[in-house]
């Protein structure tokens, strides 16, 4: 039996208002909203008055029937293997997310999104963000500060977008507002110890987030290896997928801390060994993040070079994420790979205002590197959002000049950011030691990691559920303590998730208030636990 | 230095681009610069206002929800479900991207692969073709032709052949790029049009991709029509819509998706996967003009059509000054350009595909959306722009 191409159009004639039915709630099992298109057994219906959305059969056309409205990635993946023959009989219950199928005959096996997107659609901070929102009275979860961007940066967006200069609000240079992109090759020029061109050395990106985007669309294909770092932030895995490349994991392994001291991140540390075997001919890339979300680890210029050679040695890639490079404590101090010898010519730093300035809601961020890598993500970010919001980087570009001006200064917005910081993280170390979780000391970063098996008799452990226990105990944590933070796991590939599931990740760019109302919290916590 | 510093393969081809030649050449100042489609008229105060007061707000400088601010998309689904007449979850019927070009690139990335063929109407504007490529599909280009045959007076006498519409639809057809009003004829497509186009999408089971940025531009005896209002094509078609167009403020780059649930989210997994969320004071103040606006929208003075009745004038002054110096303007039913018979601005084969280059090669558009067209200074220039680009 053959078919046609069918009609999807709800059946407006069939309903007295014009008002557009709901489609199916994405629900397991076969549950349906009241006004669906579909049956309770999943099948669409049609008109049969009008030909809305009707399967008609026509004298010059094959018979058409009923088909479901969606179907299971399991059985898409059937269909996709059945020959054209089998095709028409695979009829399945509609239970999944939105996978529509279109019908027509060589249409029938394809899910109507692309297969870029495979692997790719699960993403923690939607569901990790909803809790937050729900039942966090205190939220050291999502990564942002909760007190606002410096003054003067926030006078200069009122200016620019006030301003006398009303094509502020139009468009700028595609790759970069110019203003910006000249004061960012300044400031870097000199950290790097290069001559920048602003026109092809710098890119202006929406958030560091776009700019690892652009490097892995421009520079990984079908085939290529990327190594990773593990633990990463989440986004480089599905990114490293959505480019046809295939992530390569190496985990960063805890020593044990020296008598009497809390951990360090510092303690956390590559196997030399087991990193050069990660390298191939395939390898095009590595992936870098110093300082590390989410274990706040500053790599040494040792570590650094570790990397760099090996990057050379194989002519492997490097992309840099360094949004945090400003958030360094104890003195210590954030080396940038780029500048280590050999690594200029293949590596692509990323930095972001929102991490700079405590801006996130700006999306600004920025590549710097060699022009022809460099050229390709132009291209890439030409065909994807082309130009950036004009009046964020009109005021980035101010807040970079004020900067300049005080380099290595006390009264630097950067100086006076990390000392803050340091003694919030000194704040949040103690409150976590006091209570009885085992935090391990960031170098740099705004998160803290700890290890919560004290508390682990709150939450038992549960047979037949393949969830990471940290998870279970943040979200557990969050809905009765109503202290939100971020399970370790969430910044581990699927195979490694159970590696380090007793960790979870506290945020403590936070306002002094807000660290104590956390310290409430774990203090009364541990006096529960001690009992009357 | 070995292959592994290449572009990768999805990128090939695809590195050129006019407009980054084009804005080259304007910076030049004694070139009035009526080429690039950017306003050089302020936005509207409260439209600036707005933003000033967002940015001062602590709480709105850090992240807000990735799929679109909240108080945005709830702003959107209020306009455009009394716009289209149905109803619109701002939650899951609607994406908010970085202008309608991270719309476009969103909707390609999700729904578009390899094996697809995407229809596109030309002229077209020019980045529909290489994100089409860049997904690794093949374009499928078909023109508008002009049916008064050499002589145009207006964006009406560029229509779509029927027959040769219907033979690019094949089983490979995965959607077809619709942009209404068109940039850069100033088209308006008309329902029995739509119909037209509708009619195959259904017929082949095609997606719409409908490209809208310059909705709410649309000059006298003219309606606006959506496509996806049509029946059997809200299931089937993406609606993108822009802010940088509707309030004159390119430089905001906020754009939007509306469509099904179940295509919208697809395109929602890209955005989780590149750029994760949207500048936050940009859309808290879009969505507090939206509800001034909305809250007008029985009242003439809304700026979604006082911007229309202001900019008609413009058209008419830009036609007239055209006609003065010897070109014959081809009146826009829509839009915010103007295409000319004669040579300088952005030539139209810029717009065009390889094959049909030669038809269009005698055109070249013009924005209008300017302060002042000054006849004496626009004379001149014109007569210099001429010489310039030839």
């Not at chain 2, 592994?4 to 081809?13: A, L, P, Q, S, V």
Request: with cysteine; net charge positive; proline share 7%.
């Amino acid at each position: 039996m053959a078919f046609g191409p069918v009609r999807f159009s709800p059946p407006e004639c069939c309903s007295s208002a014009p008002t557009f039915p709901q489609p199916p709630r994405l629900l397991p099992g076969s549950q349906r909203s009241g006004r669906s298109l579909s049956d309770a057994q999943g099948w669409r219906h049609v008109c049969q008055g009008t030909g809305a959305g009707l399967l008609q059969p026509k004298a010059d056309r094959p018979r058409w029937v009923s088909v479901p409205v969606g179907v299971s990635s399991r059985s898409r993946g059937m269909l996709r293997r059945a020959g054209p023959s089998l095709r028409h009989v695979l009829l399945e219950r509609a239970n999944s997310a939105g996978h529509s199928l279109r019908f027509s005959k060589a249409k029938m096996s394809r899910p109507v999104q692309a297969r870029r997107l495979e692997g790719v659609d699960k993403n923690i901070w939607v569901e990790f963000v909803k809790l937050a929102t729900t039942h966090a009275t205190v939220n050291l979860g999502q990564g942002f500060p909760d007190f606002p961007p410096p003054d003067f940066l926030r006078e200069a967006f009122v200016r620019a977008v006030s301003g006398e200069n009303h094509m502020l609000h139009q468009y700028t240079r595609a790759f970069g507002h110019p203003p910006l992109v000249k004061i960012l090759a300044q400031f870097f020029g000199k950290l790097l110890g290069q001559e920048l061109d602003p026109l092809t050395n710098v890119m202006v990106t929406v958030g560091a987030y776009q700019a690892l985007f652009c490097c892995f669309q421009a520079l990984v294909d079908e085939g290529d290896e990327v190594i990773i770092i593990e633990p990463f932030f989440d986004c480089y895995e599905p990114m490293v997928k959505m480019a046809g490349g295939t992530p390569m994991f190496i985990p960063l392994r805890p020593k044990a801390p020296k008598a009497g001291q809390l951990m360090s991140s510092a303690d956390w540390q590559l196997d030399p060994a087991e990193l050069a075997s990660k390298f191939s001919k395939r390898t095009k890339a590595v992936v870098l993040n110093s300082p590390n979300n989410p274990l706040g680890k500053v790599f040494s210029r040792g570590e650094l070079e570790l990397i760099a050679d090996l990057c050379v040695k194989h002519d492997a890639l490097c992309i840099s994420d360094e949004v945090y490079e400003w958030l360094v404590y104890d003195g210590k101090e954030h080396v940038r790979i780029a500048s280590l010898p050999g690594m200029w010519d293949r590596t692509v730093s990323i930095g972001s205002a929102g991490k700079t300035f405590s801006a996130t809601g700006w999306k600004v961020g920025w590549t710097v590197g060699p022009t022809r890598l460099l050229q390709h993500l132009r291209t890439v970010h030409q065909n994807s959002v082309y130009h950036c919001a004009t009046a964020a980087q009109e005021a980035v570009a101010q807040g970079f000049q004020r900067e300049l001006e005080r380099l290595g200064q006390a009264d630097s917005y950067f100086a006076h950011l990390a000392r803050e910081l340091q003694g919030k993280r000194d704040r949040l170390v103690q409150s976590l030691d006091a209570a009885g979780m085992k935090p391990i000391v960031p170098e740099g970063t705004y998160f803290l990691v700890a290890d919560i098996s004290a508390f682990a008799s709150d939450v038992p452990n549960t047979t037949g559920s393949d969830e990471p226990y940290d998870s279970r105990f943040a979200k557990w944590m969050v809905k009765n303590k109503g202290l939100a933070a971020i399970p370790l796991s969430a910044f581990y590939s699927g195979p490694h998730k159970n590696d380090y599931s007793r960790f979870i990740r506290f945020c403590f760019a936070k306002e002094d208030a807000t660290l104590k109302a956390a310290n409430d919290i774990l203090q009364k916590w541990k006096r529960e636990k001690a009992g009357p | 230095m070995p292959f592994k510093h290449k572009n990768t393969r999805r990128i090939e081809g695809l590195d050129s681009n006019v407009w980054v030649e084009f804005t080259k050449v304007a910076a030049d100042p004694s070139i009035v610069n009526l080429g690039q489609g950017l306003p050089d008229i302020s936005p509207p105060s409260y439209v600036k206002e707005e933003l000033a007061k967002a940015a001062a707000a602590d709480r709105l400088n850090q992240y807000t929800r990735g799929f679109g601010h909240p108080l945005l998309v709830k702003a959107l689904s209020q306009v455009y479900e009394r716009v289209c007449g149905r109803k619109i979850d701002p939650l899951t019927d609607i994406l908010v991207t970085v202008g309608g070009y991270g719309s476009l690139f969103s909707t390609v990335q999700a729904l578009i692969e390899e094996g697809d063929e995407v229809l596109i109407i030309e002229p077209f504007f020019d980045c529909y073709e290489p994100m089409v490529k860049m997904a690794g599909a093949k374009p499928v280009f078909i023109p508008l032709r002009n049916k008064n045959d050499g002589n145009s007076a207006s964006s009406a006498d560029w229509v779509l052949d029927p027959t040769e519409l219907a033979n690019k639809f094949n089983s490979k057809t995965k959607a077809i790029i619709l942009n209404t009003p068109h940039n850069p004829i100033g088209k308006v497509f008309t329902r029995e049009e739509l119909q037209m186009i509708a009619d195959l999408c259904i017929k082949h089971d095609t997606l719409c991709i409908s490209d809208e940025v310059y909705e709410w531009l649309v000059y006298k005896g003219n309606k606006h029509i959506k496509i996806a209002t049509l029946p059997g094509m809200w299931e089937r078609t993406i609606t993108i819509g822009s802010a940088g167009k509707t309030y004159s403020v390119t430089g905001w780059k906020l754009g939007w998706s509306i469509g099904p649930q179940h295509l919208i989210k697809h395109l929602q997994v890209v955005q989780q996967n590149t750029l994760y969320t949207c500048p936050t004071p940009l859309q808290e103040a879009l969505a507090q003009a939206f509800w001034i606006d909305y809250k007008r929208m029985d009242d003439p003075d809304c700026y979604f059509y006082s911007l229309s009745r202001e900019l008609e004038g413009k058209r008419d002054r830009m036609a007239q000054l055209l006609r003065e110096v010897g070109l014959k303007p081809v009146i826009p039913d829509g839009g915010y350009f103007m295409i000319v018979d004669k040579l300088s601005a952005i030539p139209l084969s810029a717009f065009c595909g390889p094959e049909t280059k030669v038809q269009f090669e005698k055109y070249i558009r013009f924005c209008f959306i300017k302060v002042n067209l000054c006849p004496r200074k626009n004379q001149k220039i014109e007569i210099n722009e001429c010489k310039n680009l030839q």
